[in-house]
T-cell receptor
Framework: DQQVKQNSPSLSVQEGRISILNCDYTNSMFDYFLWYKKYPAEGPTFLISISSIKDKNEDGRFTVFLNKSAKHLSLHIVPSQPGDSAVYFCAAKGLNYGGSQGNLIFGKGTKLSVKP | KAGVTQTPRYLIKTRGQQVTLSCSPISGHRSVSWYQQTPGQGLQFLFEYFSETQRNKGNFPGRFSGRQFSNSRSEMNVSTLELGDSALYLC????????????FGAGTRLSVL
């Protein structure tokens, strides 16, 4: 049973336009969400996070939106650049889920291709 | 500050063998988590160690085990390898606080023949 879902395996966007990556979750115990970016042959790199007490967090070109009632979050990249081409993973964490700290539950990723 | 280091980067083993993977966390980080990444399943949590104690465990068989040393370095071991164990194994470290970001190594690519 997948608790974090990224329903789009791939996304193609033109350079300069907005990229929107979506993520849905099912467990209402999740209260901290992260986005990671992964290039081939490298480990995932942390991008941005959001706590459930917020509905938006912004860091430069990256903004994450959280809709708790819909159990949905999205990552917006504006403007998109060719160097953003990578696989993006959404991850969720609960303070008391699965142990004292709680492990990360990952979606299966969305491959973003930004075309020049 | 050096990042998370995983060794070796690549491994080829045959069915039935066992394997040990190593992870050196970022200096000062006390929590080390291990994940398995496969094309079909994405990243799946194996276990987490904090101060030499396993603090959290995912849904993997007992063939998968790990440990953490006093310097926070961690090893994971897979015994009696199966073809389905072929995957990228990722290690992540964090300071170990209640809510913090995990930083990943480049992974060890294990191929079981």
């Amino acid at each position: 049973d997948q608790q974090v879902k990224q329903n789009s395996p791939s996304l193609s966007v033109q350079e300069g336009r907005i990229s929107i990556l979506n993520c849905d979750y099912t467990n209402s115990m999740f209260d901290y969400f992260l986005w990671y970016k992964k290039y081939p042959a490298e480990g995932p790199t942390f991008l941005i996070s959001i706590s459930s007490i917020k509905d938006k967090n912004e860091d430069g070109r990256f903004t994450v939106f959280l809709n708790k009632s819909a159990k949905h979050l999205s990552l917006h990249i504006v403007p998109s650049q060719p160097g953003d081409s990578a696989v993006y993973f959404c991850a969720a964490k609960g303070l008391n889920y699965g142990g004292s700290q709680g492990n990360l539950i990952f979606g299966k990723g969305t491959k973003l291709s930004v075309k020049p | 500050k050096a990042g998370v280091t995983q060794t070796p980067r690549y491994l080829i083993k045959t069915r039935g063998q066992q394997v040990t993977l190593s992870c050196s966390p970022i200096s000062g980080h006390r929590s080390v988590s291990w994940y398995q990444q496969t094309p079909g399943q994405g990243l799946q949590f194996l276990f987490e160690y904090f101060s030499e104690t396993q603090r959290n465990k995912g849904n993997f068989p007992g063939r998968f085990s790990g440990r953490q040393f006093s310097n926070s370095r961690s090893e994971m071991n897979v015994s009696t390898l199966e073809l389905g164990d072929s995957a990228l194994y990722l290690c992540a470290s964090s300071p170990g606080l209640t809510v913090d970001i995990q930083y990943f190594g480049a992974g060890t690519r294990l191929s079981v023949l």
